[in-house]
């Protein structure tokens, strides 16, 4: 996966802002069709929320970019089509929990 330019991401920043002041919920999607995508250990899984809190979410950590900004997105869509236990995504996705980081129309459990 690639990270936007960063004058890709400015307006995407903006919209996001404009709608959380909304009350109108903006997620992060991860995923897609098809199959090759997994999370091969529990430290990846890990290190993939670090990376996620850090530059879309509540993080802080120095030196991360964060590609929209100050602007903190509401939740992260797994959408994955051929996903299992294997791929660790429950890994990520209770870690997700953990942090209060919400997913489509329900909390994530």
């Known amino acids: 996966a ?3 330019r960063e004058r890709e991401a400015k307006p995407v ?3 996001a802002d404009g709608s959380a002041s909304k009350g109108i919920p ?3 999607s991860i995923g897609g069709f ?4 997994s999370l091969l250990t529990r430290q990846a899984a890990l290190d993939l929320f670090e990376h996620l809190w850090n530059s879309y979410f ?3 950590k120095s030196g991360v970019h ?3 900004g100050d602007a903190w997105l509401d939740g992260v869509d797994l959408f994955l089509e051929h996903g299992t ?4 995504y429950n890994v990520l996705a209770l ?3 953990k942090h209060n980081i919400r997913g489509g129309p329900r909390k994530l459990t």
């Open 85 to 88: 236990a294997v791929d660790r």
């Open 34 to 37: 098809g199959i090759g995508y």
């Open 58 to 60: 509540g993080g802080s």
């Open 66 to 68: 964060r590609s929209f």
């Open 2 to 4: 690639s990270l936007p």
């Open 13 to 15: 920043g903006a919209a």
């Open 26 to 28: 903006v997620s992060l």
């Open 95 to 97: 870690e997700l929990a």
